[in-house]
């Protein structure tokens, strides 16, 4: 078993098909995934849109907060660059080979 940090598992999505979050505008995200004040995040702008996928994929407990906040092909295009504990990238390298090959590419 994959460890997001220590005692907690990491989830991940039966496919990449089925996450439909949003991948445009400002996105808030629930107190349980980013518990900052400032909770919204704006997709426009590469960075933010970067450190909201690290935190849902770190914080996630239920695979609807992955379908809610996160996009399929927006991840697999950022994969490379995103910033993951090494438990949640070989949990989701291991169920989704082909984030794998987006590493390599």
Do not use: K
């Amino acid at each position: 078993m994959h460890l997001a940090r220590p005692h907690r598992p990491v989830v991940v999505a039966g496919t990449l098909s089925e996450l439909r979050g949003p991948t445009s505008g400002l996105v808030e995200l629930p107190l349980r995934l980013w518990w900052h004040p400032q909770r919204a995040f704006d997709l426009s702008q590469r960075t933010m849109l970067l450190w909201m996928y690290e935190n849902v994929l770190r914080e996630a407990i239920r695979a609807d907060e992955l379908r809610n906040h996160l996009d399929g092909p927006t991840l697999a295009r950022l994969w490379p660059e995103l910033n993951l504990p090494r438990g949640v990238r070989a949990a989701w390298e291991a169920r989704h080979p082909r984030l794998r090959t987006h590493v390599a590419a």
